[in-house]
């Protein structure tokens, strides 16, 4: 994780583009980026969904989060796991398994 941390740092430094980078900035990418990669699936089934397309959008979401979470200096491993052991406890096993219900429905 840190080696393509690293590597999106210097794509970034490379071209001066930190300072346009602050968190709000990479926050909203992030939320447009995501918008694109739904668009790869919009009026489709999950199937005919352009495979390339679905990458492609999901690589830029994926990168700004990890740039977001760079300038926030967090430790994305341990804020993933954080958040499973949160979620753990709010939806045990016994009651969310194969339900979609959220944990104050369960």
């Given at each position: 994780?840190?080696?393509?941390?690293?590597?999106?740092?210097?794509?970034?430094?490379?071209?001066?583009?930190?300072?346009?980078?602050?968190?709000?900035?990479?926050?909203?990418?992030?939320?447009?980026?995501?918008?694109?990669?739904?668009?790869?699936?919009?009026?489709?089934?999950?199937?005919?969904?352009?495979?390339?397309?679905?990458?492609?959008?999901?690589?830029?979401?994926?990168?700004?989060?990890?740039?977001?979470?760079?300038?926030?200096?967090?430790?994305?491993?341990a804020?993933v796991?954080?958040?499973?052991?949160?979620?753990?406890?709010?939806?045990?096993?016994?009651?969310?398994?194969?339900?979609?219900?959220?944990?104050?429905?369960?």
């Amino acid at each position: 994780m840190d080696q393509l941390i690293q590597k999106l740092r210097e794509f970034r430094d490379e071209r001066n583009w930190q300072q346009f980078h602050n968190p709000k900035d990479l926050a909203v990418a992030l939320s447009i980026e995501a918008s694109e990669l739904l668009e790869a699936f919009l009026w489709k089934t999950p199937e005919a969904a352009d495979p390339e397309k679905v990458k492609e959008e999901l690589a830029d979401v994926l990168a700004y989060a990890l740039l977001l979470a760079d300038a926030y200096d967090f430790d994305v491993n341990a804020i993933v796991l954080e958040k499973i052991a949160r979620n753990a406890e709010k939806y045990p096993v016994d009651k969310a398994k194969g339900s979609a219900k959220k944990y104050t429905e369960l």
